[in-house]
Structure formats: structure tokens, C-alpha cells
């Protein structure tokens, strides 16, 4: 099934990517979440993450990939982490010729809330009015994925933005 | 050309990746890097990584894929770009099924110069006695990989060695 100038949002991690795709008139297409099975080893785990993300590229054929410019973590190993999982989304997107959009998360905020410092709450119930869901989308990485979405359909939609950084 | 019993050491990174093999008798089997266009987006620099490694794989078919395990780095953001590239490590010796051990850098120094706080000069003047070079091994990123490579090789022969750690 392949929607038109379908925009894919992405939220990686290493224990939960999560995903969220709009159309072009900002209706929902999907969202959910990859799971990887924790038991397995890292090396398996990035397998499923990229292959899934193949596997919603391949259905959705989206036209944008957004995912998030900067990242607080803990510490560097945590960031290798989120590096590896992030590299999956570039890989998926680069192999199928995809152009990807980092925005700052308080950019993704700002698109759907209104401002940069909104809570995780206000980020999932801004979207359910939005995107007219019948609950807040679940679980927030899900969410993060589609306010992602919905900041890059801005964008791309301004004829007076300023060109977005691509990866 | 297929080798048994290959090793294949990494020192993954954005700009360059070094890649080193040996075989089972610690001979060399080829070394060298992979160096993606600076001038490429991000998404296709990865995409360079993650083909190159594939074809190594391909061509040298290793027992194993020896990377590190540390790093010093000098901000979260570097650390996600190393992040990036080290997942196509991954992710390529996933889908080939190859497990991924990974080493202390300190660990590999130990192993090849006999400690851990060797020069990165050291460390190629004794890869190049060790394998028995015309040269020391050039460029450091090639030379690191192989110092993982001859790690990984000591401790897969060693059978008093408690299980390594896998990715």
C-alpha cells in the first residue's frame, strides 16, 4: 500500500524505536513501535530494527524521513547506543534513496504544541487533536515519532523556511 | 577468496573506518580503511560504511568480527556519530550471521604490545614485527583494526579464557 507524499517519523532506540506516519493533508497513516526482544544480543537487535524499518519503508514508501538532531543521555556508552540505533533509520533511509530531516526536539515540540518546553503529556493529547485519534498515541515514543512527522510536514510545506539540515 | 579461520578487526568511524584480517596462523590477510566522500550527506556516508563491510565479509568470509568495546570521546554528539558507524559493524555481521566481540582498547594493547598504555606508534611497530610487514601498517585506523584482530585471535585459541562478551 503506497500513500502519497507520506512522511515517516522516527524516534530510535535500542529497546524501543518508535515510528509515526502522516499524509500529506496531516491525517495519521500508522504508528506503533519495534521492539526488538531484549534477550537477544545487541547485533540482533539493530537486525530487527532495520529490517522493520525496510519492511514500513517498503509498505509506506514515504517521501521524508524525520528524526531528532540532538539527544540527552546519560553517558557515551548510552550514546553509542542511540548512535547505532539512530545509524539503522540513516541506512534504512539511504539505502532507498530517502532524504532524512533532523529537527531539535524543542523544533518538534514547538510544530505541535506551540511551545519548545511542553511535557510528554501535552505532546501525546496535542497530537491526539490533531491528528483526530480517539486516545493519545501510545507509547510516547510513538508520539515523539509523530510530532517528528508533523514538524517535518511544516517544513516541508513553508515555502519560506529556510532549507532543512539533512543528515 | 575465502579464508578459514579469518578474523576481522574494525576501528569503526564516520570519516574513516580501518578494517584489519588475519588468519588462524596470524598471518595478514589484507588491512586497509574505508573512507566515504566527506563531502557525501551523513545517510550516504553510512550507506558507503555498511556496503564496504559487506563486501570484506563477502570476499574474506571471518570466523569472527572483533571490535571495541570503549571509547573516549569528546561530546555526546560525537559519540552518536561513532555510534552510527559502529551499527553498521553490526548490523553487517548480523546478517551474515558472524558473531561481534567486543575489546577494551586497553585490552588489545595488552595483547599486542604486552600493556595497555602503549603509544599508537608502538602499537604499529609491533603489528608490523608481529605479521611480519615490510612497514608498520598504515593508516593508525588499519593498524588499530588489526590489533583487534590479533586480540580476538588470542583470545579464541585460548582455552582457559572465560566466554568474551558479545555484542
Redesign the interface.
Known sequence: MANKNVILGIDPGTRITGYGLIDSDSHPVDFGCIRPPPKL????R??II?ESLEALIERYQPIAIAVES??V?KN??S??????????V??A???KSIP?YEFAPKKAKLAVVGHGGASKFQVQKMIQALLRLPNPPEPEDAADALALAICCAHHLRSPCTSPLK??
Open positions: 544480543i545487541l547485533a540482533d539493530y537486525k532495520f540532538q539527544f543521555l557515551v556508552q550514546a553509542i547506543k542511540l548512535g547505532m540505533a539512530k545509524g539503522m540513516l541506512l533511509a539511504a539505502r532524512v539533512a543528515c
